[in-house]
């Protein structure tokens, strides 16, 4: 069920009190400040008195607001270098998760995409796990991880992925409520979980960011160089078409792609945030190339008024409307790339629609994450809950 269509985000707020409910927001790791972190933050405004529970804590990476609640680390967190390798601790953390007393507490969200949703929960609280993705590296990327690991890794991997999807499967059934952050992750959930999710989007603070009147006429690509983002594609499509595309972001693939690029693509490298949104609201179109289990990128984009032209798969699908948002193309190939933008370009109602596609952008808006998410855990817990008030109050 997509809540974010059943809750209207104007008139849904819990009347329930949780105060007096002892609440442990599990997340796999705090080791900066991403999308993850950015849902556990809104769900601290919602359980302000909640224990965090991780793997590994590093209190100098995350927020203020992070930092004034109690965290509590597993054993993960005492083992070698576990604060800048914790991912090689990766058998151990089912038995970490396991280690831990929950008898006290009477709601766990787990958020989850490492190892987080796999706590003992007492029989007769509620556990409801927020998914980012299923484990990726022992799911459906498991091949891609294991072609670019290590020698070692790449031995182990194959054992070590068994015995994890073994435990990952068993531990869904802990789990009393699963919810996806976008209909692609539901759809994962059921294939590997066999188990029903509703869909709450992540929050996105679309009040940050503003339309411009100065809009440039070059496209803009942001975020992570990595191999499965497909920057690559991007600066192949603009190297072909002569376009002019502005690239934001670092990443292993960054060397690479400047050598191959031609003079109408530059390069910035990582920028700071007051400048990154800038660059969202001056750019013509975003280019959004990979497959992304959500996307908060576009979204932010689309909060500063201007069209995207993202593959249509995984959450691009959920946020990326045609003729709304933005385009679609359907093959990752160069040519299908410049053909969507070709179509954009022709498309003048949609260029010059800020206005419409800020407002399209609103449904993702972090007010009405919190009015959903308080939503569904009083109704778990059968508190009274009320759909008069303003999302605006939470």
Request: glycine fraction near 6%; hydrophobic fraction near 45%; include cysteine.
């Amino acid at each position: 069920m997509n809540l974010s269509e059943t809750f209207p985000q104007d008139s849904i707020c819990a009347a329930a009190d949780f105060s007096k409910l002892r609440v442990a927001i599990v997340h796999y790791w705090l080791v900066g400040m991403r999308g993850g972190e950015k849902v556990v933050e809104n769900l601290l405004d919602l359980f302000p008195n909640a224990v965090i529970i991780t793997h590994v804590y590093d209190p100098d990476q995350v927020s203020s607001k992070i930092r004034k609640q109690e965290v509590r680390e597993t054993f993960i967190s005492k083992l070698p270098g576990a604060r800048k390798h914790y991912q090689k601790y990766l058998p151990l953390m089912p038995l970490a998760l396991e280690l831990i007393d929950m008898t006290e507490f009477d709601v766990i969200i787990s958020s989850e995409s490492g190892p987080a949703k796999g706590i003992i929960p007492r029989p007769d609280s509620v556990h409801l796990c927020y998914c980012h993705s299923p484990m990726r590296y022992i799911w459906d990327h498991y091949h891609i991880y294991r072609a670019s690991a290590g020698r070692l890794a790449k031995l182990m991997m194959p054992f070590v992925a068994h015995k994890m999807r073994i435990w990952d499967v068993s531990s869904a059934a802990r789990v009393d409520r699963f919810v996806a952050n976008s209909g692609f992750i539901a759809q994962r959930i059921e294939k590997y979980y066999r188990r029903e999710a509703d869909v709450i989007y992540p929050p996105v603070e679309v009040a940050g960011f503003s339309i411009s009147e100065d809009v440039g006429h070059h496209y803009l690509l942001a975020g992570e160089m990595v191999s499965y983002k497909r920057a690559d594609l991007a600066v192949d499509a603009f190297n072909a078409s002569g376009r002019n595309l502005v690239v934001v972001g670092d990443g292993e693939m960054r060397a690479e792609l400047e050598q191959k690029a031609r003079s109408n693509i530059t390069f910035l490298g990582r920028v700071p945030f007051s400048e990154l949104k800038r660059q969202f609201a001056t750019c013509k179109a975003l280019v959004f190339p990979g497959e992304e289990d959500f996307g908060i990128i576009p979204v932010e984009v689309m909060a500063s008024g201007r069209p995207v032209v993202a593959y249509g798969r995984g959450g691009a699908l959920d946020t990326v409307v045609p003729g709304v948002s933005g385009i679609h193309f359907h093959e990752q190939t160069a040519d299908a790339l410049n053909t969507a933008i070709d179509a954009l370009e022709a498309d003048a109602g949609l260029l010059n629609a800020p206005e419409k596609i800020r407002a399209h952008a609103a449904r993702f808006d972090q007010q009405v994450f919190k009015a959903q998410i308080a939503e569904l855990v009083a109704r778990e817990l059968g508190l009274t809950v009320s759909d008069t008030c303003s999302a605006s109050q939470l």
